[in-house]
Antibody, heavy 119, light 106 residues
């Protein structure tokens, strides 16, 4: 069974940093591209970032470019999102999701981890 | 930047057909997919590559995509289908989501 379990969310002050993680199991993690998607409470889905299977290629939404870094450790089956210079508008539930091979859709999602940026 | 536009809400009576649209410039030239999200839950993929259903998704869910509009159709809508629905496409190596449509079954 495919499982994605996020962790690391919490309360952080504006300007601070936080790293969230996503532990993957039930599939060959190193074969798949992975994504981070966030959702403001009560709002819609917003794509954040993507990383290819070996970690050599990444893409970011303009709103986080230069502040967030996506990475992965295929030996640990874990995806990361390092978030720096956090702003109040980064407050959201952060989901990791697996990109379905060849289809461009996100076929499995984690349960999400809440990041709150507030003083 | 590329935008996908969805109606904020759609209402349907039980047993009837619900149609949710997603509009974007030349969207028909891209693949569209759809996600269902119920309150307090993570999104679930219900349609990918315009019209394909993942395993486990009921046959009453179908999709189409042509011109500037992709459409998610739910035939014989059930109360359990009440949820938020999001369309998604790709543009220049980035993922774009529509704003979401709240489907009410009443």
């Amino acid at each position: 069974e495919v499982q994605l379990v996020e962790s690391g969310g919490g309360l952080v002050q504006p300007g601070g940093s936080l790293r969230v993680s996503c532990a993957a199991s039930g599939f060959t993690f190193s074969n798949y591209w992975m994504h981070w998607v966030r959702q403001d409470p009560g709002k819609g889905l917003v794509w954040v970032s993507r990383i290819n299977s070996d970690g050599s290629s990444t893409n970011y939404a303009d709103s986080v470019k230069g502040r967030f870094t996506i990475s992965r450790d295929n030996a640990k089956n874990t995806l990361y999102l390092q978030m720096n210079s956090l702003r109040a508008e980064d407050t959201a539930v952060y989901y990791c999701a697996r990109e379905s091979y060849g289809s461009g859709s996100l076929d499995y999602w984690g349960q999400g981890t809440l990041v709150t940026v507030s003083s | 930047s590329y935008e996908l536009t969805q109606p904020p809400s759609v209402s349907v009576s039980p047993g009837q057909t619900a149609s949710i649209t997603c509009s974007g410039d030349k969207l028909g030239d891209k693949y569209a997919c759809w996600y269902q999200q119920k309150p307090g839950q993570s999104p679930v993929l219900v349609i990918y590559q315009d019209l394909k259903r993942p395993s486990g998704i009921p046959e009453r869910f179908s999709g189409s995509n042509s011109g500037n509009t992709a459409t998610l159709t739910i035939s014989g809508t059930q109360a359990m289908d009440e949820a938020d629905y999001y369309c998604q496409a790709w543009d220049s190596n980035t993922v774009v989501f529509g704003g979401g449509t709240k489907l009410t079954v009443l």
